[in-house]
């Protein structure tokens, strides 16, 4: 069974900070991997999307890596702003559509 | 920029009433999903939909569940008899394909009480 890790479960940084929130997942056999922004009482925003053939993908002040045969993922964020405060998710998926998600990262970027 | 929606946003019904939840998925999407996420727990699956049929559902998704979809724009989950425990945030989701990214709603808030 597919478990998601985060690491760390908060984090919290001054404005401006570069910053690397990990995400390790236990079957290496994904199809893809997602990172969401979720706000308190929120859903969750989409921020980038990795296939499995894939080593990284960047959105401006966003990059996400994937390194799927040690069964990790980093979303790192440059410049951070205190409009980035939120808690980070990474989901995982088979190709049989379950997604599985970590618990994510409680970030707080203090001005 | 089109969107997934959700109604109502906060919904609160006694044990073992039946709720329905409402999704207006994204509309050239074909892949619309059901997760729910308890207060402080992870997001969870609960189904998968396509073609106008389930194509997985996880073991929270027991009898007490049931999708649809009535018309060309709505999806919905119903859940028949509702208990303390499906007192939870439900999310819809919805996608064109699964290579692509899926695009959440903004989750309805259901109380049990």
């Known amino acids: 069974k597919q478990e998601v890790t985060q690491i760390p479960a908060a984090l919290s940084v001054p404005e401006g900070e570069n910053l690397v929130l990990n995400c390790s997942f236990t079957d290496s056999a994904i199809y893809n991997l997602q990172w969401f922004r979720q706000d308190p009482g929120k859903g969750l925003t989409s921020l980038l999307l990795?296939?499995?053939?894939?080593r990284e993908q960047t959105s401006g002040r966003l990059n996400a890596s994937l390194d799927k045969s040690s069964g990790r993922s980093t979303l790192y964020i440059a410049a951070s702003q205190p409009g980035d405060s939120a808690t980070y998710l990474c989901?995982?998926?088979?190709?049989?559509?379950?997604?599985?998600f970590g618990a994510g990262t409680r970030l707080t970027v203090k001005p | 920029e089109p969107e997934v929606t959700q109604t109502p946003s906060h919904q609160v019904t006694q044990m073992g009433q039946e709720v329905i939840l409402r999704c207006v998925p994204i509309s050239n999407h074909l892949y619309f999903y059901w997760y729910r996420q308890i207060l402080g727990q992870k997001v969870e699956f609960l189904v998968s939909f396509y073609n106008n049929e389930i194509s997985e559902k996880s073991e929270i998704f027991d009898d007490q569940f049931s999708v649809e979809r009535p018309d060309g724009s709505n999806f919905t989950l119903k859940i028949r008899s509702t208990k303390l425990e499906d007192s939870a945030m439900y999310f819809c989701a919805s996608e064109q394909g699964a290579e692509y990214e899926q695009y959440f709603g903004p989750g309805t808030r259901l109380t049990v009480t």
């Open positions: 989901a995982v998926r088979k190709k049989d559509n379950d997604m599985r």
């Open positions: 990795i296939q499995s053939s894939q």
